[in-house]
Each structure stands twice: as C-alpha cells, then as structure tokens.
C-alpha cells in the first residue's frame, strides 16, 4: 500500500544546530503536511505545501512532488524544538497518510 | 492554534465496555477525519465525513467502531465492544475542504486505555 517513509528515526542536536527532515512517499502525492507533537501531545500543524518551497518563522518546508520526497529544514534549533516531527502526505480530499515521524532532541 | 475540540481527554474502559468519545470540528470545516495513533506513532486512518456523510472508512470501523457527524451536534467515535488492541490516542482533524491544498487541523486528541 501507499507508504510514507522518515528519516532519520532521531536526531539529537545541540541547541543552535540545523537539521534536515526527510520525508518519501510511495506514490504520488498532492502535498506534504509536516505536523509537530510532543509526547502525549496533539498535532500542531507546522507547514502545507503541494510543492516548493514555504517558510515559517525558523522552519522550511521543500516538496518535490514528482520526486516523491519532501523536507523540512529546522534552523537555529531551540530546545523547545524537541519532540516528534510527523510527515503526511495528501492525495486530494482524501485521508492523510503518516510517517512513523523523527524525534528532535535538542540539548543546551 | 487548532480549533478542533476533542472530548473527554482520557477515557479508561474495561474490556467489553463502551467508549464514546466527541469532537466539534473548526467553525466552518465541513470535513471531518478520526485517526487512531498508536504507541509507536503508527496512524490508522478510520473514518471521514463531509458534513453527515460519510467519505471513506476502513474494514475495522464498520465491524465495531460507530462515527457519525450530526448537524448541529458534535461528531462521536464510539467503539461498542473495547478490546485491549483500541488503547490508543484518537485524533479528530477537520478541514475546510476536500481539496489538493487543503491544510488538515487536529484536536488534542481522546487517549483510550481499555483494561
């Protein structure tokens, strides 16, 4: 079936560093919707985009649809940047299908 | 910051028991998805909706699990008989529309523990 692969399982950074966020898809895709949640937390919604690029305050998002892989850039890491960081993937209007996420551990 | 509402936050059922669990979609979202979350992070999809109809739904939802979206009520997720594989986090997400672009907005979810 339609499957949506991250890596890297985790990522431990010291506070300050970037990090790059992968995300591919099994098949074709209308858009990425990367989703942050912190342990027993709900999903925030962090970006949305079917392709190119988006930024938001710290973070980017790049999708290239027709290469079935997406990323998000995280710069300047804080620490309260940790937690779990989920790729979905969009096909129209119907459900969204997870990653098993990256988990961001960001140390002072 | 989401609008979606999901109630109650944490719900403990023995084995064979009920659970019910509510969620009021963002103000003007006619979609409506329940996703279920399980301890590894692993996202099953089981049911939507568009306003009280419903779109899509997996095996496992038509055989237990009961949803539905009435007008003017909250949506509800309810599983007639739990069993210990439902522990899990249930998600509601809403969205405007069924569209390509369209951004999808979770609640905080209902946790289920069945014992």
């Known amino acids: 079936g339609q499957q949506v692969q991250q890596s890297p399982a985790s990522l431990v950074l010291q506070e300050g560093e970037n990090a790059e966020l992968q995300c591919n898809f099994s098949s074709t895709a209308t858009r990425l919707q990367w989703f942050y949640q912190r342990p027993g937390g709900s999903l925030v919604s962090l970006l949305s985009?079917?392709?190119g690029t988006k930024h938001t305050g710290r973070l980017t998002s790049t999708t290239v649809t027709k290469e079935r892989r997406g990323s998000l850039h995280i710069s300047s890491s804080q620490i309260t940047d940790s937690g779990t960081y989920l790729c979905a993937m969009g096909q129209g209007g119907r459900a969204l299908i997870f990653g098993t996420g990256t988990t961001v551990s960001v140390s002072p | 910051n989401s609008k979606v509402i999901q109630t109650p936050r944490y719900l403990v059922k023995g084995q064979g028991q009920k659970a019910k669990m509510r969620c009021i979609p963002e103000k003007g979202h006619p979609v409506v998805f329940w996703y279920q979350q399980n301890k590894n992070n692993e996202f099953k999809f089981l049911i939507n909706f568009q306003n009280q109809e419903v779109l899509q739904q997996i095996d496992m939802t038509e055989k237990r699990f009961s949803a539905e979206c009435p007008s003017n009520s909250p949506c509800s997720l309810e599983i007639q008989s739990s069993e210990a594989g439902d522990s899990a986090l249930y998600l509601c997400?809403?969205?405007?529309?069924?569209?390509?672009?369209?951004?999808?907005?979770f609640g905080k979810g209902t946790r289920l523990t069945v014992v």
């Open positions: 997400a809403s969205s405007l529309r069924r569209g390509r672009d369209t951004e999808v907005f």
């Open positions: 985009n079917p392709s």
